[in-house]
């Protein structure tokens, strides 16, 4: 049954929010859309995300509650996973990316064709088992996490959309899909898509993610469709500059400047609604993934940001201060 929620109609909205799990199913519950983002909590995705951790990174985490035999068919299925995916990225390969964004849009009980049949195999011989012993508990991790995510993005999404925009000097992604999981990938967040649309993979159970981060997070994935390390905003710049400069940009830099960008835009608008401590994702990352940008970010880049300076400006100063001494 779909409820339409007006203010007007109180006893029927009532009635909506009075039913039981038990009588909508998580598949019929809509995505939830706040401008440009659609936020869901989707069952196929969920399996196939949390297989996929399994077998690629060999960790174990079945669902919990499942029978001796259960839990056999449960190995057995990430073993089939594994075969299947091989070594293969889901944010690089076009066929795990293919599957990926079926899935998000599938809510029947069979799976399409258009998902490969050794895939489909597997996934439709572990749904039972991942719904009569997991998704229940996932489901409501997941829309906690939307429901946090829902109301950050009505205060600030589009303001933060607009100064991410000036940032970078390119539109932000106008289609935003998020699937929200318990396990996305190796890092618990990855983006695909090019231009105007992104779909990104957001795990509700990492710490990085969750409450005001899970903002920052809503920004920085979809900044991944018009940022990259070479032929989208920052890493053209890099390029452009790398051949006016002879100095070549350490390989992660770009990434640095979208970690940047996105956790102190994100600082300023929570700031201004009154959440004075934030603190940025990149300054858990300094010591161990990008320590020889601080300086450089934390001065330039913030010039740039503070429109003290031009971005043409910053990048060639950070460049100058961070590149490799040449041989």
């Given at each position: 049954?779909?409820?339409?929620?007006?203010?007007?109609?109180?006893?029927?909205?009532?009635?909506?929010?009075?039913?039981?799990?038990?009588?909508?199913?998580?598949?019929?519950?809509?995505?939830?859309?706040?401008?440009?983002?659609?936020?869901?909590?989707?069952?196929?995705?969920?399996?196939?995300?949390?297989?996929?951790?399994?077998?690629?990174?060999?960790?174990?985490?079945?669902?919990?509650?499942?029978?001796?035999?259960?839990?056999?068919?449960?190995?057995?299925?990430?073993?089939?996973?594994?075969?299947?995916?091989?070594?293969?990225?889901?944010?690089?390969?076009?066929?795990?990316?293919?599957?990926?964004?079926?899935?998000?849009?599938?809510?029947?009980?069979?799976?399409?064709?258009?998902?490969?049949?050794?895939?489909?195999?597997?996934?439709?011989?572990?749904?039972?088992?991942?719904?009569?012993?997991?998704?229940?508990?996932?489901d409501?991790?997941?829309?906690?996490?939307?429901?946090?995510?829902?109301?950050?993005l009505?205060?600030?999404?589009?303001?933060?959309a607009?100064?991410?925009?000036?940032?970078?000097?390119?539109?932000?992604?106008?289609?935003?899909?998020?699937?929200?999981?318990?396990?996305?990938?190796?890092?618990?967040?990855?983006t695909?898509g090019?231009?105007?649309?992104?779909?990104?993979?957001?795990?509700?159970?990492?710490?990085?993610?969750?409450?005001?981060?899970?903002?920052?997070?809503?920004?920085?994935?979809?900044?991944?469709?018009?940022?990259?390390?070479?032929?989208?905003?920052?890493g053209?710049d890099?390029?452009?500059?790398?051949?006016?400069?002879?100095?070549?940009?350490?390989?992660?830099?770009?990434?640095?400047?979208?970690?940047?960008?996105?956790?102190?835009?994100?600082?300023?608008?929570?700031?201004?609604?009154?959440?004075?401590?934030?603190?940025?994702?990149?300054?858990?990352?300094?010591?161990?993934?990008?320590?020889?940008?601080?300086?450089?970010?934390?001065?330039?880049?913030?010039?740039?940001?503070?429109?003290?300076?031009?971005?043409?400006?910053?990048?060639?100063?950070?460049?100058?201060?961070?590149?490799?001494?040449?041989?």
């Open positions: 049954m779909k409820c339409k929620r007006r203010p007007t109609f109180f006893v029927a909205a009532l009635f909506c929010g009075l039913l039981s799990a038990a009588e909508v199913s998580a598949q019929d519950r809509p995505p939830v859309t706040v401008g440009r983002y659609r936020l869901q909590s989707n069952p196929w995705v969920n399996l196939h995300q949390r297989l996929l951790y399994e077998a690629v990174f060999k960790a174990e985490r079945p669902p919990a509650g499942l029978s001796a035999d259960g839990l056999a068919k449960w190995k057995q299925a990430v073993e089939d996973y594994r075969a299947y995916v091989g070594r293969r990225n889901p944010i690089f390969n076009d066929e795990l990316v293919l599957v990926n964004d079926t899935l998000a849009e599938t809510t029947a009980d069979r799976l399409p064709d258009k998902i490969p049949a050794a895939a489909r195999r597997v996934l439709e011989a572990a749904m039972p088992l991942y719904r009569a012993a997991q998704w229940e508990e996932d409501r991790a997941n829309r906690f996490w939307i429901a946090v995510a829902a109301a950050l009505a205060s600030a999404g589009e303001e933060l607009e100064a991410h925009a000036k940032a970078y000097g390119v539109p932000f992604p106008k289609n935003i899909l998020v699937d929200v999981t318990s396990f996305a990938w190796q890092f618990g967040a990855y695909v090019e231009g105007e649309s992104a779909h990104a993979v957001i795990a509700s159970t990492v710490k990085g993610t969750q409450g005001f981060a899970a903002l920052e997070s809503l920004m920085h994935e979809p900044s991944h469709a018009i940022v990259d390390s070479e032929s989208h905003a920052i053209s890099l390029k452009r500059l790398s051949a006016e400069t002879g100095l070549k940009p350490m390989a992660n830099l770009w990434h640095a400047i979208l970690f940047y960008t996105s956790g102190e835009l994100t600082r300023r608008a929570l700031a201004r609604r009154g959440v004075g401590d934030y603190q940025p994702y990149i300054l858990g990352m300094y010591g161990r993934v990008f320590g020889g940008f601080r300086q450089s970010l934390e001065t330039h880049w913030q010039a740039y940001l503070d429109g003290k300076v031009s971005r043409e400006a910053a990048l060639r100063q950070i460049l100058v201060e961070t590149a490799p001494a040449k041989k």
